[in-house]
């Protein structure tokens, strides 16, 4: 049986080191830095769904599933609300204050040889992670979930 865990592509605690809203009214661009200053990350944000600024400590995850159980998805889609009446199953998402889904698109090798780059898009929000292969090699063209938690 899979375990959440098993869902959970990326886990990360990011310091946010930059908010730039220079280009849209309601989406920054934010950069952090991981707490082992492995990973850095770039992520357009929605500020008017999940307002954050510079010092804030950021809970990212990058996940293939919501169920807690780590199975894959039904098809229904996360917001389905029969999923979440009373009764309903809690999910991955219940326990974040931002939930977005998207595609890993791109991967790059660093600069150095020894990181890679990926890069995410969630309906044109764009997200870019770079850090140790090990961190990321997890990671892999396909549809994931971005959870979000201060």
């Not at 375990?3 to 309601?26: M, N």
Request: proline residues 3%; aromatic residues 10%.
């Amino acid at each position: 049986m899979a375990t959440a865990g098993d869902s959970q592509l990326f886990d990360e605690h990011f310091t946010v080191t930059s908010f730039d809203q220079s280009k849209y009214d309601r989406v920054a661009r934010i950069g952090g830095t991981s707490g082992d200053s492995q990973t850095v990350m770039t992520l357009d944000i929605n500020t008017e769904l999940y307002p954050c600024s510079v010092g804030d400590n950021l809970h990212v995850v990058l996940a293939n599933s919501l169920s807690l159980d780590g199975s894959k998805d039904d098809g229904k889609g996360w917001r389905d609300v029969s999923r979440n009446g009373p009764g309903g199953e809690t999910t991955l998402a219940d326990m974040f204050d931002y939930v977005c889904h998207g595609k890993i698109y791109k991967f790059e090798d660093g600069d150095d040889g020894n990181t890679i780059k990926a890069y995410v898009s969630f309906g044109g929000l764009l997200m870019a992670l770079e850090g140790p292969y090990k961190k990321l090699t997890p990671l892999r063209v396909d549809y994931v979930y971005l959870l979000v938690k201060k």
